[in-house]
């Protein structure tokens, strides 16, 4: 099975995603993880990317599908994935639909994280001081909310119309939220 993770910038979609690939061996494919890797190991585009990702804004589509595509169409990945942070706009999502139809895979489950923006500031906070990310702070925070609220959530009107869509309560505790997710999955 293929599932997308779906929420606002610090929602928990990756420590969902984590759960979901341990206990259903999936692959997660977190587009901000392998854009930071570009920057990690330094390459062409990782100091682009670095000013991009610090100050809140949106890589390109043409580097995030470059790096969406080499994933959906790994022949381990293949109905094994979980889309963390993808699509994140309009353009991106018919990308999606696109790349999947022409590798003969389609989405089973979609997951929307409803998180208040209040929740996501405390956890955002919380994570700066674990992982030092340099998005991390009050005014990308913000900033990375907005850009949600305006390019982001149409992809989630698109995605509610879908029988496979599933709003969670993303305020719950994080085990909870993983028992919901769980229990949706084994059916
Ligand atoms: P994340 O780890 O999902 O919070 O993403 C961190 C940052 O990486 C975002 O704020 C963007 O700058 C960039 N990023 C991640 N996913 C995408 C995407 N699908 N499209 C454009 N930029 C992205």
């Known amino acids: ?31 901000g993880d392998l854009l930071r890797n570009e920057v990690k190991n ?5 100091k682009d990317i670095e000013n991009i990702i610090s100050k809140g804004d949106f890589a390109t589509d043409e580097i995030v599908n470059e790096l969406i595509k080499n994933a959906i169409f790994d022949p381990q990945n293949k109905n094994k994935l979980i889309f963390d942070g993808y699509p994140r706009s309009l353009s991106q999502a018919k990308n999606l639909d696109s790349l999947l139809k022409e590798s003969n895979q389609k989405i089973d489950f979609i997951f929307f994280l409803n998180v208040n923006k209040k929740t996501i500031i405390d956890r955002i906070e919380k994570r700066k001081a674990l992982e030092k990310r340099t998005d991390d702070n009050l005014t990308t925070i913000l900033k990375r909310y907005d850009t949600y609220m305006e390019t982001t959530k ?7 119309k879908k029988s496979n869509f599933h709003e969670i309560d993303g305020d719950d505790k994080i085990e ?6 769980e229990q949706i999955l084994s059916v």
């Open 42 to 46: 330094q390459t062409i585009i990782g």
């Open 1 to 31: 099975m293929n599932v997308i993770i779906f929420g606002p910038p610090g929602a928990g979609k990756g420590t969902q995603a984590l759960n979901i690939v341990k206990k259903f061996k999936l692959y997660q494919i977190s587009t």
């Open 176 to 181: 909870e939220i993983s028992s919901k997710i």
């Open 154 to 160: 149409p992809v989630l009107d698109f995605y509610s």
